[in-house]
C-alpha cells in the first residue's frame, strides 16, 4: 500500500540548532500514527514542515503519491491536510465561532452573500456550537466569548473541534490532549477514533504513553531530529518505546517501514 | 578658480523660498558663480539651517545667502562662518543684530505690513472704527517674520499694539481673534471658519501669505459673503496678484525675492574678485529692495501700483 | 472582548449562555462600566454627546446654529476620511505614515494632469486614485512581502511621497478660480446640498458613508473578519488559513485609495490644489483613531469609534476658539483631552482584566 | 536573537554548547549572514563604513577632510542624544513623540530662568534638568500606572509641552551674545577641544560616552535586563517578578532627563535658546533608532546601533548636500535609506526565522 | 496544625464569567497538595489569586497565619512563594540564564558589582545549567540560546527549574508536565518530592490523575469556582475523584478540611 503522507530526507536547520536532520515520514491511509520523542527531538518541526507552516531546507514530502510542495498552511488546507500546532493559532481577540471558521467562512445564502458577501453568523454559530458539544465542552458559557477569555483546556478543545470538522485528508494534532481533564481527554481520544472510522488517518503527537498506546496503530519514534524507529504497539510496551526514544536501548531494525 | 555660493533658505516648500533660489540659480548661472540651495524642514528649524552653514564652510564656499528662520538663533554660526573667511548675507529678513551679516538684502516685513493696514483703514474710511477684523497668522511658534507682518497691520490699521514682539496680545476689541494658518489654503479656510463661528460680521481679513488669503475665501464663499469682507495679504507672487485682480484678495504687498537672490549672488561674486562689500540703503542698516502695495482699489496717501504692473513684477 | 462595533450588543444579546453562573454586578457605575464595555464604540459617543452638550451650555446658540454644528462636520471630514483608511491600517497592528503624503500627492496629480497636460478632469481624477492605490500597493507589498514594520516602511515611503510631490509640483498652486471655469469636477466633493436648513458638503456625506461602509465590511465580511484576525496575532491567522500577505497588501492599498479621494475631497475643502496642504494629516488621523478606542495593538475597536473620535477633535477645536481660548492654549488642551480620553476608555476596559 | 549588543558575540563563544548535533552552514554569502546576525549592532556599522566610503570616494578631500567627518558628529550630537532616550524607551516597547518638545522646554526653563529671573546658570540648569525629568515622570506614570499606550500619552504630553513651551516663552529668542557674556555655562556643551587636529565639542563627547554608559547599563545590570523583559513581554516580566512600574517610570523619567540635557546640549549647538528648535527631533530620532537596528516592538536591539544608525544619516545628509543634492531629493534619499537599512537588517534576521 | 497557606471566601469575575466563586482553600506545612477540576473550573484562578497574579475582588488569604494581601508576584516572591504559571512567564527574546535569575540577578563580588551593579554572568549561567541538568534537559545545546528558541517542552523545563531553585515558602506548579516528555515528567514528579524532602509544600495543579495519585497527600477537587471536597488519595480510586470533578457522583463531606 501506498503512504498517503509520505515525506523523504527532510532538513531544517535554526542558526546552530538541527530541527530536523534529513528525516523520513509515512503515513498509511486510515491509520493512526503517533509520533513520540524527547522534548526538543523536532516532532514539532517535523509536522510543522508536512503542513506547510514551515519549508524545510531539503527534502520532498508526497501527498497521495503527488508531490507537493506546500509554502503555507492555507496550501496544506486546501490540500485536505488540517494541523492543530501546539500553540494552538488562534486568534485571541475574535469569537470562538469566528476562530472556527477562520478563512472558510460562510456566507448567507442568496444576494446578501453572493453581492454583499455577508456572513452568515448563525449558521456558524450552531455549527460551532455542536462541535465543542460533541467534544463535550459545556464549561463554555458563551460561544461569541473571546478566545482570549478562555482557560488553557478550553482553548485547547476549540482548536480540536474546528481540525475534527474541517479536515478530510490527513488531521495532524500536536499534544492535542496536554492541556485537557481527564474527561475532555478521553473525548478527544473517542474523537479521534471517530474520525479514523469515517477513513480519515491521524498524526497524532503526544507525551502521554497510555494515550499513545491505547489508539495509535504505528508508532513513529523521534530522535534527534530523525525518525528512528516506526513500531507496532502491539509488538512492544510502553518501556520499550521510552526507552527507544530516550536512546536507553538501541531500536529495533526498520521495522515495518 | 572658481566662485561657489550657498543660499540657505527657511524651507524648500514655501513658493517665496522658490522663487527666490530659482532667482538665484538664473543670476549664478550667469555669472558663472556654482550655487548649493539648502533650506530648513519647516519654518523655525534651526539646526538644519545651521548644518547648512557648517556645510558651506566645509564645502568653500565664498560667500552663504540666508534668510534666518529665525533672526537671533543662528548669530553664532554666521560668526562661525564669517571667520572662516565667508561673505554672509542676510536675505528677506535682516539678523538681530543687523551687523551679524556683513550685508543684508530684505523687504521690511513691518512696512509690508503697515501698507495694507493703511489700505484696509483707507478703504473703509470712517467705518475702520467698527471694522471686525480676523487676523490670519502663520503658526503658535510665532517666527519672526509672522510677528512683524501682522504687527505691522495693526499698526498700520491704527491699532495699539502690545508687546512689538509677539502677536496676539493687543486688547482692541476691534479684533474678532487671531488663528494660525500654517501658511497654506487648508489652515486658511479653517482658521477663516473657526473665526466666523466666533463672529460671522468679520469684515477685514489680515492673512499672513496669499495661499492662507486664498483659503479664507473659500471660506467665505461658503457662506456668501466673500463680496462684503476686505482680504489682504503679503507676498506679491503672481497667482497671488491674479487674486487681486479677480477681487479675491483687496491688496497685498508685493516682495521682491528674485532681486534679493540676485543682489545677494552679485554681491559674493563681487567680494570674490575685488573684496568689497555691498553697503546699505541710505538711513536704514540693510539695503532694502523694496516693497510695493498691489491693488486696482487705491486708496489716497498709500502708494500703490495696479494688477497689470504686479503682474509684470510678480515673482512666481 | 469580542465585540467591536456597537452591532455586537445586539448579537451578544441574541445567543443564550450554555451554562451559566452568573450574579450581577452591583452599583450603577459598574452597571455602566459593563454596558459600555461591551460595545467599545459607545465611550467615544458619549464623550462626544458631552462634550457637544458642554460647549453648547457655555455657549448657547453660537455653538447651537446650524452654521458651527455642520462646519465642524466640514472641518473633519478630510481629517476623517483620511482616519478611515488609518483605522484600517491601524487594525491591522500596523500605522500608515504616508496617508498626508499619499493624499496631498493624489490631489497635485488630479491637478497637474489636468492643467499641466490637459487630460479631461475625470482621466486625472482616475490616474490619481490609481496613483494613490500605487503607493499604497508598495507600503502593502513591503510589509506583507518583505517583512518591514509598517512604521518604517511608511515612514520611509512618506517622506519619498511628500518630496516627490515638492518636486513634481514645483510648489505651485492651481488657482480656486482657474479650476472652478475649467475643471469643476476636481471640486465635486465641495458641492453643498441643503437638508433641512443644514448645508452638507458631498465631502461630509461621502465621509460618512465611507464610514459606514467600511463597518458594514469589516464587521459582516470574510475579509473584515480577516484584518481583525490579522491585527490580533498575524501568526495564528497565517496557520489557521487566513492568507495575511493578500490581507495586509489589500488594507494598504484600500488606504492608498481612500487618502487619494480624500486628496480629491480636499480640492472641493480648499477650492485649489496646492502642494503644501496635508501636513499634519497624520497625527491628525492617528489622533482620531486614538480617541475613538481603536487599540494601536491592532484587532480591536470600532471604525464608528474613530467617526466620533474626528467629531470630538473638532468640537473641542471650535468650542475652545468660540470660548475664546487663543491658538496655543487649544493646542494644549486638545494634548490634555488625548490623554483623559484613552484614560476614560482604559478605566472601561478595566472590567476584563 | 539572545545577544543584545555586540558585546555578547563574545560571551556567547565562551559557553560550551552542551549537546550538539551541528554542521557548519556553507556558501560565503551564509556565512556572513550568520556573522551579522550574531551581532546586530554590526549591520548599522558595516552601512556606516560602507557610506562613508562612497561618500568618501565621491568627494574625496572634501569629505575626508577632519573639518566634515568632526562636522558630522556635531551634527549628530542632538539628535543622538535624544536618540539614546528614544533607544530606551522603543527598547521597552514604547515610543516617545514628547522626546523634541522636552528637550525645547528645558532649554528654555534653563535660559528663561537664567536672564528672566536672574538665577544663576548653574540653578537654571538644575532645575531645566529636573524640569525634563519631571515631564518623562509624567509620561511614565500614565503609562505604568494608568496604563495608557506610550504613543497616546506622549502624543498628548508632546502637544502640551510645546504649546507651553510658546506660552512661557513669549516666542522670545536669547541671543547668543547674551549669553555668551552672562551665562556661558549655558554653552558649555558648544565649547571645543582639540584631540590630535580633530575638534570635538563637549556635547560630541557627551553624546558619545552617553551612549557607551547606556550600553553598559543596559548589558551588565538588572535594571538594564529587566528594561529588555518589559519590552519583550511585559506579562512574562512581571509574572517573573520584575518591577514592570518601575522599571517603565525609570525609563521615562531618564528619557526625559537625557532630553533635558540635550535641550543643555542644543544651547550649546545653536548658541542661542529659541523655543522653535526641536520641532523634527522626534522623527530623526525614531529615524536613528531604526536604522540602528532596534526594534519597533521592543526587547531587541542594541543601542550602540542606535549611534551607528545616527551617524549613517548624519553622513548621508553631508554627503548629498556636500554633492549638491536638492533639499527635496536628500529627503528623498534618506526615505529610501530608512526602507533599505531595514530591509538589509530583515533579510540578516532571517536566520533565525 | 495551622494551615501555612489560607485562603477564605475568594472571589473573582471577568465581566459575566465566574472565575472563583467565594472559595476557600488551605495548604498544611510539607504536605504536596494536588488541585484539579474540569478545564475552566478556576484553579490557574485560584492560584493567580494566592501568588498575587490577580487581586481577588473579595476574600483573605493568610500566609502562615498571617493576612497578606500580595498585589503583585514580586511581594508572592518576596514573601517566598514561588509560581510557574500556566503559560510560563518568560521573556522570549532573553536568555534561559537571563529568564532564571529575572528579578534576583546576581551582582559581582567587589566594586564591580556594588557601584558599577555588573551582573556575574558566569555564576549566573553556570548555577542555571546546574538546575537545568538536575532535571535531566540535556537536549538544551546552549544555554545563552533565548526561550523562544526552545522547543514547547524545554521551556516548561525551564520554568519549573527557576521555580525549586527558589522557592523557599511555598512552590505552585500549574501544570508543570503538561508539555514534557515521559523521561522528563519523572524528573519534575522527582523534583516534586525532593522539595517536599526539604519540608517546602507545594501546590500541584495537573490533570494526569496517575501523576497526582501518585505524588498528593492530598486531593483539593475544584468545581464550579470553588472547593468541592479535599480528599486524601488513599481513602479514594482515580475515578471517584474524575467522578467528583466532574459532578457525575455526590462529593463526600469536607473531609480533612
Ligand atoms: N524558531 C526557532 N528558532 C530556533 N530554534 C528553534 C525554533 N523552533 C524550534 N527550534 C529548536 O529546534 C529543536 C526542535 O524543536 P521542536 O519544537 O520541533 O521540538 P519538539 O520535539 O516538538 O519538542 P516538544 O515535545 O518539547 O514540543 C529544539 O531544540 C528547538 O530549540
Ligand atoms: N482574563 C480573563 N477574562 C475573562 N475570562 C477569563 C479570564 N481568565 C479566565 N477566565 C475565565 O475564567 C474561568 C476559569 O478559568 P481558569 O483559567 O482559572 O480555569 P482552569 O481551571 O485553570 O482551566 P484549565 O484546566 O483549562 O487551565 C474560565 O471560564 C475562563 O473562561
Ligand atoms: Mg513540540
Ligand atoms: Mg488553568
Known sequence: MEPILKARGLSKRYGKVTALDNCDFDLMPGEILAVIGDNGAGKSSLIKALSGAITPDSGEIFLDGQQVSFNSPIAARLAGVETVYQTLAMSPALSIADNMFMGRELRKPGIMGSLFRQLDRPAMERIAREKLSELGLMTIQNINQAVETLSGGQRQGVAVARAAAFGSKVIILDEPTAALGVKESRRVLDLIQDVRARGIPIILISHNMPHVFEVADRIHVHRLGKRLCVIDPKDYTMSDAVAFMTGAKAAPGLALA | ?316 | MSSDSDLDAASVARTETVATFDHEPTGLLSRLQHALHSSPSLVPLIVLVLSVAIFGALLGGKFFSTFALTLILQQVAIVGIVGAAQSLVILTAGIDLSVGAIMVLSSVVMGQFTFRYGLPPVASIAIGLALGTLVGFINGWLIARIKLPPFIVTLGVWQIALAANFLYSGNETIRAQEIETNAPLLQFFGQTINIGGAVFTYGVIFFVLLVLLLAYVLRHTAWGRHVYAVGDDPDAAELSGVNTRKVLISVYMLSGLICAFAGWALIGRIGSVSPTSGQSANIESITAVVIGGISLFGGRGSILGMLFGALIVGVFSLGLRLLGADAQWTYLLIGALIIAAVAVDQWIRKVSV
Open chain 2, 1 to 316: 578658480q572658481e566662485v561657489s555660493a550657498c543660499l540657505i533658505t527657511k524651507t524648500d516648500t514655501n513658493p517665496f523660498f522658490v522663487k527666490m533660489r530659482e532667482g538665484a540659480e538664473a543670476k549664478a548661472a550667469e555669472l558663472g558663480v556654482s550655487l548649493k540651495s539648502f533650506a530648513g524642514k519647516v519654518d523655525g528649524d534651526h539646526e538644519t539651517q545651521v548644518a547648512a552653514i557648517e556645510t558651506c564652510i566645509a564645502d568653500g564656499a565664498k560667500g552663504i545667502l540666508i534668510t534666518a528662520s529665525d533672526t537671533s538663533a543662528i548669530v553664532k554660526s554666521v560668526q562661525q562662518a564669517r571667520d572662516a573667511g565667508l561673505l554672509v548675507i542676510a536675505l528677506d529678513t535682516p539678523l538681530t543684530p543687523g551687523d551679524a551679516a556683513d550685508a543684508t538684502f530684505a523687504t521690511d516685513n513691518f512696512i509690508a505690513g503697515e501698507l495694507i493696514g493703511k489700505w484696509a483703514a483707507g478703504t473703509l474710511g470712517a467705518e475702520a472704527a467698527n471694522a471686525k477684523i480676523a487676523m490670519l497668522d502663520l503658526a503658535v511658534s510665532q517666527p519672526t517674520v509672522d510677528v512683524l507682518r501682522d504687527q505691522g497691520f495693526l499698526q498700520g490699521f491704527g491699532i495699539e499694539l502690545g508687546d512689538p514682539n509677539k502677536w496676539g496680545d493687543e486688547t482692541d476689541p476691534r479684533i474678532v481673534g487671531h488663528d494660525v494658518t500654517a501658511g497654506n489654503e487648508e489652515g486658511g479656510r479653517k482658521a477663516m471658519e473657526n473665526l466666523l463661528a466666533k463672529d460671522p460680521m468679520i469684515n477685514v481679513v489680515y492673512t499672513i501669505n496669499e495661499p492662507s488669503a486664498a483659503g479664507a475665501y473659500e471660506a467665505l464663499k461658503s457662506i456668501g459673503r466673500e463680496k462684503d469682507v476686505l482680504i489682504v495679504s503679503v507676498d506679491g507672487g503672481c497667482p497671488g496678484v491674479t487674486n487681486v485682480k479677480d477681487g479675491v484678495i483687496g491688496a497685498t504687498s508685493q516682495q521682491y525675492p528674485l532681486d534679493m537672490a540676485a543682489l545677494g549672488v552679485e554681491a559674493i561674486k563681487t567680494w570674490a574678485d575685488n573684496g568689497s562689500k555691498p553697503s546699505p540703503t541710505e538711513g536704514k542698516d540693510f539695503f532694502d529692495t523694496g516693497v510695493k502695495l498691489v491693488t486696482d482699489a487705491p486708496v489716497d496717501g498709500v502708494e500703490s501700483i495696479d494688477t497689470t504692473k504686479g503682474a509684470e513684477l510678480c515673482w512666481g
